[in-house]
């Protein structure tokens, strides 16, 4: 019985490890990825979305760097679907730093962009996260409001 405890502790450990290299090797290969894409298009916001919701996964400040650089190619090239999901990550990044505040403006302007775009899954993923953040702020009422929101788009 000991023998197998030492084995199953083993095997989960090295699973462990191999899932921590895995993604590792993943998030290499997507920055990789990035840097030989020399073209500014549609595809290159694309890609730095992807990185920034790989590295969004373990709060890693790389995910608020792709973000914005999506944001920053999003706004020359005019691709509004690339503002509002980059918007949105960067919303995200900071609803997990805490900083409610600055999270919120980021949901107020994704949302703005996905209702002009007529996204109705992302509206409502929206107004999801914004009633969270009003929730974190102390503002139930304006949380309601927006969990309510969300609701109504999910019915449709």
Same mark, same amino acid.
């Given at each position: 019985?000991?023998?197998?405890?030492?084995?199953?502790?083993?095997?989960?450990?090295?699973?462990?490890?191999?899932?921590? /290299?895995?993604?590792?090797?993943?998030?290499?290969?997507?920055?990789?990825?990035?840097?030989?894409?020399?073209?500014?298009?549609?595809?290159?916001?694309? /890609?730095?979305?992807?990185?920034?919701?790989?590295?969004?996964?373990?709060?890693?400040?790389?995910?608020?760097?792709?973000?914005?650089?999506?944001?920053?190619?999003?706004?020359?090239?005019?691709? +509004?679907?690339?503002?509002?999901?980059?918007?949105?990550?960067?919303?995200?990044?900071?609803?997990?730093?805490?900083?409610?505040?600055?999270?919120?403006?980021?949901?107020?302007?994704? /949302?703005?962009?996905?209702?002009?775009?007529?996204?109705?899954? +992302?509206?409502?993923?929206?107004?999801?996260?914004?009633?969270?953040?009003?929730?974190?702020?102390?503002?139930?009422?304006?949380?309601?409001?927006?969990? +309510?929101?969300?609701?109504?788009?999910?019915?449709?």
């Amino acid at each position: 019985m000991i023998k197998f405890k030492i084995f199953f502790v083993f095997f989960i450990l090295n699973l462990c490890v191999n899932i921590l /290299l895995a993604q590792k090797d993943s998030l290499e290969k997507i920055e990789k990825s990035i840097n030989n894409y020399k073209e500014n298009d549609t595809n290159k916001i694309n /890609l730095l979305i992807r990185a920034a919701i790989e590295f969004s996964e373990n709060e890693n400040p790389k995910s608020l760097f792709y973000a914005q650089e999506a944001l920053k190619l999003s706004n020359e090239l005019e691709f +509004e679907k690339g503002k509002a999901k980059s918007l949105f990550l960067i919303a995200d990044y900071y609803n997990n730093k805490s900083d409610y505040s600055t999270a919120l403006e980021y949901f107020l302007q994704s /949302l703005v962009i996905y209702e002009k775009l007529n996204i109705r899954s +992302e509206v409502a993923n929206c107004f999801k996260n914004i009633g969270l953040t009003y929730n974190y702020l102390g503002n139930l009422p304006k949380s309601l409001e927006n969990y +309510e929101n969300c609701f109504e788009i999910n019915k449709e």
